[in-house]
């Protein structure tokens, strides 16, 4: 029980961050008509590709005689990379089509 | 001084994250969002190579821009090249592939922590550390393998969904296996044999998970994978305290899951239902009512003189259109109608085709105005002033059971109410059921007639046949 609570108290900046951040999420995607909701998907996926920072960041820190983290690091790299080009194309085409004519 | 400039790209970035998505949820400001948001990734990235404290390795940087680049080629080919209509399918790989590196991130910190204290078993670091790195192993492992399916799903390589006996209990069974060796691991420790067991489990319950649900509600699935895979990236934030991490993975976690709600609002069935109930399984189907009475064809020359002499057309397309790839032929058939006087609307029901939109973007590669498309809610009241409706390859959005039938699996499912139009056509190219497997009772109503055909291949006869009139 102290734990808990000692970590709640410890971290509580972090804990604010999180609720507020979920919160923004949340009023982000109020009222946003149907129609939009595939490229909003697609825009967020892009967001998360932000997950390619933590791989490079664990590449840049790695032991490079260690072959097994060389190799899966520069995999998350490639993976993250994937997800973040892949992204924002993908989300653009599809928000190419709502241009008024 | 590196380390104040991060935190600022990191800032930035944060900001670009929310100022985007913002601005993609309205029409005018969506692609604009799009690129401001990939503007704050290119710093928050450039940032974290070039601001990096610490020694450069030239192996290192050259396996890291390797990565980049072969990525970004890889993925800005694929992106632009593919059809419109595969578009979701591709927002499933991505995401998969999201999934796929914070999972490996996480195996490669526990392979540092083995490493490190060479092999010392049971070593493990500080509670909220190996929180965070198993929680980013276990939901981004779930993310990958459930994202892989469910473009399988959607590609049409894995048609039907596959429901072992009980699945729902075997699901659940395995999720509360993979968390239980979770949290053993938090707490004990253990070693790399351990951290690729639990990975392989959780890559196992991604596919359990995703592997029973019909196509028809990919979409909400690929939403509801999106958000997991924006909460491991959270976790991995966590894990480095890195604010970009954490607030864009909480962005797309909880924006993921407020979208995933808000798809099956639009669906009228519960997220429960999606993820754990039957649609369109025998039991169900068993649920439609014995329908009596006959259907009537129509041939193309009558069709033809009802349209030209009509003066209000509503198009009513659905995921048969996209099949067909008809969106090309239904815009000359729109144009010709109104060159004739006809005035021709588009209504799109909320989940016509296999995603949000889908009918969209279909109708707006072919210069479809965005203003002929109509809402469900905005379009309904004009139906008992239309002469003719035209339904191509679209069933259970236009299906009345869902008003008069309890027992009918889409009950209480917002419909088009096009039986109050004058005069209903159906294109079809056979009395096969839709997705949800049950018979339309529209058919069978005196005011519809069938029009039988491949879409493509009938709305060209349709066009031709007009052509020939005046």
């Known amino acids: 029980m102290e734990q808990i609570l000692s970590f709640f108290s410890d971290n509580r900046e972090i804990l604010y961050f999180v609720i507020l951040s979920i919160f923004v999420g949340i009023e982000v995607i109020g009222g946003v008509p149907t129609v939009l909701h595939t490229p909003l998907m697609s825009g967020a996926n892009a967001i998360h590709g932000v997950v390619i920072v933590g791989a490079i960041h664990v590449m840049l820190n790695v032991d490079t005689n260690n072959i097994l983290a060389l190799t899966l690091g520069f995999l998350a790299v490639l993976l993250g990379t994937l997800n973040v080009v892949g992204g924002f194309v993908v989300t653009d085409r599809m928000l190419e089509m709502f241009k008024k004519k | ?470």
């Open chain 2, 1 to 470: 001084m590196k380390h104040s400039l991060l935190e600022i790209c990191y800032l930035i970035g944060s900001v670009t994250f929310i100022l985007g998505l913002k601005m993609m949820g309205n029409a005018k400001t969506a692609r604009k969002g799009n690129i401001i948001g990939a503007v704050g990734m290119t710093i928050a990235i450039a940032g974290t190579i070039f601001l990096h404290e610490g020694g450069f390795n030239g192996l290192i940087l050259g396996m890291i821009f390797g990565a980049i680049a072969l990525g970004t080629v890889i993925g800005w080919m694929t992106a632009k090249k593919v059809q419109m209509t595969k578009m979701p399918e591709l927002v499933s790989i991505f995401n998969g592939m999201g999934g796929a590196c914070a999972a490996l991130i996480s195996l490669i910190e526990l392979n540092h922590m083995y490493h490190a204290t060479e092999g010392a078993e049971g070593f493990h670091a500080p509670y909220g550390m190996m929180i965070a790195i198993v929680a980013g192993l276990i939901i981004g492992s779930v993310s990958f393998s459930g994202s892989i399916i469910a473009f399988l799903k959607l590609n049409g390589t894995m048609n039907k969904p596959v429901r072992l006996p009980a699945y729902n209990v075997i699901n659940n069974l395995v999720m509360l296996g993979v968390l239980a060796f979770g949290g053993y691991f938090v707490y004990n420790g253990g070693n790399m044999m351990l951290a690729y067991t639990l990975f392989s489990c959780a890559i196992l319950y991604g596919i359990l998970f995703t592997v029973p649900i019909g196509g028809a509600d990919m979409p909400v699935v690929i939403s509801l994978l999106n958000s997991f895979t924006g909460l491991a990236a959270a976790f991995g934030g966590f894990l480095y305290d890195n604010k970009i991490m954490l607030t864009g993975g909480i962005l797309v976690g909880s924006a993921g899951t407020l979208l995933t709600l808000v798809m099956c609002k639009a669906m009228n069935r519960p997220l429960s239902g999606v993820l754990f109930g039957a649609f369109g399984s025998g039991a169900a189907a068993a649920g439609g009512p014995d329908v009596k009475g006959s259907i009537k064809d129509m041939q193309v020359s009558d069709l033809a003189v009802l349209m030209n002499y009509s003066k209000k057309v509503v198009i009513v397309p659905g995921y048969g259109l996209a099949v067909a790839q008809a969106q090309h032929i239904i815009k000359e058939l729109e144009n010709i109608l109104e060159e004739r006087g006809v005035e021709v609307k588009y209504a799109i029901h909320p989940v016509a085709g296999r995603m949000p939109g889908h009918m969209n973007v279909l109708l707006a590669e072919s210069n479809v105005a965005y203003e002929k498309l109509v809402e469900m809610d905005d379009i309904n009241p004009d139906f008992p002033q239309t002469d003719v409706v035209l339904i191509v390859g679209a069933n259970d959005v236009v299906n009345p059971a869902a008003k008069s039938d309890p027992s009918s699996p889409i009950y209480g499912m917002p419909i088009l109410e096009v039986d109050l139009a004058k005069n209903i056509i159906v294109n079809k190219r056979s009395m096969n059921a839709g997705y949800a497997g049950i018979d339309n009772l529209l058919f069978y109503d005196p005011k519809c007639s069938m029009f039988f055909g491949d879409a493509k291949k009938a709305l060209t006869e349709l066009v031709a046949e007009l052509k020939t009139m005046e």
